[in-house]
């Protein structure tokens, strides 16, 4: 299934055609989680802090779905 | 955007307002004068300030605890005041859900009197993520502190530290004629529900003016 990702300041790096903040496609096997998201990209899952699907704060676990929208946040703080 | 300036999601058109500002144009002097006067002028409603200070990052419908933050420090809208956003979403110090009221007039009390402290003694505010976190940490901040000014404070010192100076900002507020009526939100937060979690901020004026009445 395809999803569409943002992967959000210093995870930016896990991806050489990959800028922070900018969406990108990616394709998963079905009922892939945000685990198995991250680890196909390669980011160590305690680099990721925070992961939101279409929206709302969703743990590692989640089972993705066609077309979600997904963007991970590594920990950070700010305004 | 709100008042059809430009569309909203117009991203390369807010970068040429910008430009205005540098122009000195009549627009750009407008916009140079910040949110609040912007949105008087175009006589729009939803401008998301307190106290004239534009909010930063986070929305006080979806993280109620920095919601009461923006509305009572004497800074105006400023998360650093008061950084409840760690425990409401990044389970620092503890995890409490952003979209519920219950005890987060107390928790910007407390984060606000921390960063009070923390502000004063001549720290970086970040030292608040692990010493939050970590107890010989807090104690290890309290320690370095009587190491170097030769005071013997304990965490009781802190809070009430933290609370005299918090005092005396809102003390040089009211004197300037700002006083708990510039304690809200924007009206249109209190009535209109967010998306996605579709809340409204729904604290009231009573546990706003607590914050500072309990200090």
Redo the contacts between chains.
């Keep these: 299934m395809r999803v569409i990702v943002k992967l959000f300041a210093s995870l930016a790096r896990f991806s050489s055609s990959i800028q922070s903040g900018v969406p990108f496609e990616m394709n998963l096997p079905a009922s892939a989680t945000v685990h198995d998201l991250v680890t196909q990209l390669g980011i160590p899952s305690e680099e990721t802090k925070i992961s939101f699907v279409n929206g709302l704060i969703r743990d590692l676990d989640w089972v993705l779905q066609q077309g979600d929208e997904v963007g991970i946040f590594p920990p950070i703080g700010g305004g | 955007m709100q008042a059809g300036v430009i569309p909203f999601g117009d991203g390369k058109g807010a970068i040429k307002l910008i430009h205005e500002i540098g122009k000195g144009t009549p627009l750009g002097r407008i916009l140079a004068s910040g949110t609040d006067v912007t949105g008087k002028i175009y006589g729009v409603t939803h401008v998301p300030t307190v106290k004239g200070q534009s909010m ?3 929305e006080p419908r979806a993280v109620k605890g920095i919601g009461i933050t923006y509305a009572t420090t004497t800074m105006g809208a400023d ?2 005041a008061g ?1 409840t ?2 425990p409401e ?2 389970g620092v110090a503890g995890k409490v859900d952003p979209l519920s009221p219950e005890g987060k007039a107390a928790l910007s009390r407390g984060f606000q009197t921390a960063t009070a402290f923390i502000d004063s003694s001549g720290h970086c505010l ?1 030292i608040a ?1 692990p010493i939050l976190d970590i107890a010989s940490g807090y104690q290890g901040m309290i320690d370095e502190c009587n190491g170097v000014f030769g005071t013997n404070w304990t965490a009781d010192d802190v809070g009430a530290y933290g609370a005299a100076v918090l005092k005396k900002e809102r003390a040089f507020n009211e004197a300037a004629g700002i006083g708990k009526e510039a304690d809200r939100v924007p009206e249109f937060m209190k009535t209109e529900p967010l ?3 579709n809340q409204i901020f729904d604290i009231s004026d009573e546990a706003l003016d607590s914050v500072f009445k309990q200090l």
């Design positions: 930063p990052a986070y998360h650093t950084y956003i760690a979403i990044l970040f993520f998306p996605p979690h």
